[in-house]
């Protein structure tokens, strides 16, 4: 892409994010992959199918994810492509696939909340972005999960998407949307999902792998935590995940991670880095403020990247 189509819809999403009021009238383009998910889920992954069926079934609901996300977006991006201009309207479609403004919008309020104390705001704020128990959670597991998912977010809501949009246009940031949104839904290792979902966390894992690598370079660049980046990035259970965790606990002196409690279960993980557990407000402000430099870092490279191929483009 010569034109600066990542840029823009970076610009965009930073600008106004996914408004509520648009959301409440068509929703969100994801939202058309989590039907046929929990379409293909409902009629394919049943107990009564064998395993390396409903494995064979799994990898059919990626396929047929990949035909409309990538399919789509090749089309749009095909007809725009002709058009004097169009460019504009592939950052008009790159841009939901984004969610810069909206993690930090969600964010703010789990520190908001911490800053007056008030625990109850806080553990539900906080509950809106993370998959743990939080009835339980104190001030300090508060700030803590609020800054690990700002880490992990960091590369599945904007490093990876930018990633793929550069390299694939629309059908690299659909694709990669529509293959994420089916691991948050079916790409776990729970007995239910573990044979159905195998084809979607796999493939999730190999999507993120390298925009995962970069989100944490740009976080340590943001903020340091070099040395806990690579000692404790393969620490996380995920491949991926690790890295921006490593480089946001070394870059706020942190340890992240550690046992977790999911539907009442606590699992026992090991902690990332070697700093301090008791996470403060003042600690997820900072963990915002590198997540802002780290964004402005993607802007640049969006843009180096539109300058770089709109001088060799013929």
Request: hydrophobic share 55%.
């Amino acid at each position: 892409m010569a034109e600066p189509v990542a840029l823009v819809a970076l610009a965009i999403d930073a600008a106004v994010g996914w408004p509520a009021g648009l959301y409440r009238r068509i929703g969100h383009p994801v939202g058309l992959f989590a039907r046929i998910i929990e379409a293909c889920e409902q009629r394919w992954n049943r107990a009564d199918i064998s395993p390396g069926m409903r494995r064979a079934l799994g990898v059919l609901t990626v396929v047929l994810l990949l035909m409309v996300a990538a399919g789509g977006g090749l089309l749009l991006q095909t007809a725009l492509g002709g058009l004097h201009l169009g460019w504009i309207g592939m950052a008009l479609l790159a841009w939901p696939a984004l969610a810069q403004r909206s993690l930090y919008d969600h964010v703010v309020p789990v520190a908001q909340a911490l800053e007056r104390s008030d625990l109850n705001a806080a553990r539900q704020a906080v509950g809106a972005i993370v998959g743990r128990d939080t009835a339980a959670l104190d001030r300090h597991g508060v700030a803590r999960a609020a800054i690990e998912s700002l880490a992990e977010s960091f590369c599945d809501g904007i490093a990876a998407p930018l990633f793929w949009l550069l390299v694939g246009g629309l059908p690299g940031i659909w694709a990669y949307k529509a293959i994420n949104t089916a691991d948050s839904m079916i790409g776990h290792r729970e007995e239910r999902w573990r044979a159905f979902g195998w084809a979607a966390a796999r493939l999730d894992d190999a999507l993120n792998l390298v925009p995962a690598r970069i989100a944490a370079l740009l976080l340590c660049l943001g903020g340091g935590g070099w040395r806990i980046l690579w000692r404790d990035a393969r620490k996380h259970a995920s491949p991926n995940a690790g890295w921006t965790e490593a480089a946001m606990a070394g870059a706020l002196g942190l340890r992240l991670a550690g046992p977790i409690a999911y539907d009442g279960v606590v699992h026992h993980k090991d902690w990332i880095g070697s700093g301090r557990a008791d996470a403060t407000a003042q600690d997820l402000r900072q963990a915002l403020a590198i997540y802002r430099r780290a964004c402005l870092m993607l802007w640049i490279i969006a843009a180096v990247f539109a300058v770089f191929w709109g001088s060799i483009a013929p």
